[in-house]
């Protein structure tokens, strides 16, 4: 007999509290103040699982709230200075604007926190009469008669061997006419969501990075208020794509980070290693000289773009925002692509809800986007990541800027469109193939290891309660991968979260779920596709500020 759960209804329940749900929410507001609207958050408070590195276009911004500058915004540092780089171990090139198409421009864009703008922005949704709920994941999907209809919220009080603690209460029923997935990348339900109807059928593979970033206070002389930096080449080798960034914003802040695609080859490659490593360089250890870190945070990136974003909408929801993928690769940005999606959703929604209509499929919403600036934002760059995916990055970089600028001037490419092949676990090489990577030990002022970078990203999660890093099969990691890949979730997880620990007994495969930062890089890297990530209790997790 199934357990019985306290029941809300809502006309749409939209989970996830990032750009794409809360635009949604606020659009569905705008559209019909008697639309009834929830928002679910797994954060401990919107904005606490909100990374990016950010600098804003603030196009969808001004569609959907015209005066956020009047209504004080969190958007103030206009960029004012754009530079693109190219690194060798000891010197930075920089690379001519003129050699750049105007779409690659961050002319007219803000340097920003995207978590600082996420707390704004719900605050002008509950004042619409939007309610918001942090703290509660949703850990379950509602499906009826072949139709999502809305979703369970995670237990609490549920102790680490599975019984039931003093304060156990049962996850809430959250059932919508229509349920938006706005779960960022990687979404766990949404992970599902594509598997029961078949959404990325026909479509490319989905594609990932991880980004990296630290948040540091600089001196006053150091900090060059509206520089926006870009760099790829060292430390990175030709094969892995990825690059740097460093955002000079606000009262001498200043935003550093790196980001490693996903589809690197060498399993001993170490993604948060190659981030220390790269903050070394000259061009950038000057700039960190006696400053201070004070935050850290690392979050999976979608980099499919075009060819791999999924059907959107299927019975009675969408996914929308980064749960389908619309970040244009060679600009590094999509929260605006997120939240026009968002936007396009709720208008596809409140027109089915003044028609009488529920839980069926919104069908114009994938005909708007069809039409929409953001799928021409991202045909126009489709190439790109396919093309450094097949030749490495001094090859591609030409071959780049060719179809962006024949795209720019022509809306034509000589590639056609061009396909990722495989999904990013399937493209590590076997570990004795492949040469070790010697990273140096930190030295705590300008680098630093792993457990010094979790405590300040203020993670924290209830230690008595279930694993939220599900093994398939509890053997792999150490008769599988560790012998073919020397368990590269040592490596790849940015948050010291999996351990290989020898033992008299032989190795033991251990998980620090404590440490979990909620990037979901397992759950894309792990060759034998073992790892699921799932919801933890409400409220845990990484508690990100000013990121």
Request: charged share 20%; net charge neutral.
């Amino acid at each position: 007999m199934a357990e019985a759960r306290e029941s809300m209804e809502y006309d749409v329940v939209i989970v996830g509290g990032g750009p794409a749900g809360l635009a949604a929410a606020i659009r569905l507001k705008q559209l019909s103040a008697d639309i009834s609207v929830c928002v679910l958050e797994k954060g401990s408070e919107i904005g606490a699982h909100i990374l990016s590195g950010a600098v804003i276009d603030p196009k969808a911004l001004t569609e959907l709230i015209p005066d956020w500058k009047e209504k004080g915004a969190p958007v103030e540092t206009p960029v004012t200075d754009d530079r693109f780089c190219f690194f060798t171990q000891s010197s930075a090139l920089t690379i001519p604007h003129f050699l750049f198409p105007p779409l690659m421009s961050n002319r007219g864009n803000y340097i920003t926190s995207l978590s600082t703008l996420c707390k704004w922005l719900a605050t002008q949704a509950e004042g619409l009469g939007v309610e918001i709920y942090p703290g509660f994941p949703a850990h379950e999907l509602i499906v009826e008669d072949g139709a999502i209809k809305g979703v369970i919220t995670g237990d609490l009080g549920v102790a680490k061997d599975g019984r039931r603690k003093g304060g156990y209460t049962p996850g809430m029923e959250l059932r919508g006419k229509y349920t938006f997935f706005a779960e960022g990348a990687r979404g766990s339900l949404s992970k599902q969501l594509c598997g029961q109807f078949g959404l990325q059928d026909e479509r490319e593979p989905q594609k990932f990075g991880i980004g990296l970033k630290e948040l540091w206070e600089l001196p006053a002389g150091q900090h060059k208020k509206g520089l926006v930096l870009h760099g790829m080449g060292w430390p990175l080798d030709s094969e892995t794509g990825g690059g740097l960034f460093m955002y000079h914003w606000g009262e001498n802040l200043c935003s550093v980070g790196l980001v490693v695609h996903l589809n690197y080859k060498n399993p001993w490659l170490d993604p948060f290693g190659e981030f220390q490593r790269a903050k070394t360089h000259p061009a950038i250890a000057s700039v960190l000289k006696g400053a201070k870190r004070i935050g850290y945070g690392a979050r999976a990136i979608t980099e499919g773009g075009y060819q791999s974003v999924p059907q959107l909408s299927f019975p009675g929801g969408a996914l929308i925002g980064c749960s389908a993928g619309f970040v244009n690769l060679p600009r590094i940005k999509g929260s605006h692509n997120a939240m026009k999606t968002g936007m396009l959703a709720a208008e596809a929604a409140a027109a089915a809800l003044a028609a009488g209509r529920a839980n069926d499929r919104l069908q114009a919403y994938d005909d708007a986007y069809a039409k929409s600036w953001v799928a021409h934002d991202l045909h126009r760059v489709r190439n790109a990541k396919p093309l450094w995916s097949r030749f490495g990055t001094l090859l591609a970089m030409p071959l780049i800027g060719l179809d962006l600028w024949l795209n720019q001037l022509f809306g034509v490419s000589p590639f056609g469109t061009l396909g990722h092949g495989q999904a990013d676990f399937a493209t590590l090489r076997k570990a004795s193939d492949s040469a070790k990577i010697d990273y140096p030990r930190s030295d705590g002022t300008l680098t630093f290891d792993r457990l010094s970078s979790v405590f300040i990203s203020n993670t924290n999660h209830e230690e008595d309660q279930p694993v939220h890093l599900v093994l398939r099969d509890p053997a792999i990691p150490i008769s599988v991968n560790l012998p073919e890949y020397g368990e590269p979730a040592q490596r790849y997880c940015p948050a010291g979260v999996y351990e290989v620990v020898q033992e008299a007994a032989g190795p033991r495969f251990q998980i620090n779920a404590q440490n979990c930062v909620h990037c979901k890089t397992c759950d894309i890297k792990d060759p034998s596709q073992n790892i699921t990530w799932v919801t933890p209790e409400g409220g845990g997790g990484p508690n990100y500020v000013n990121m």
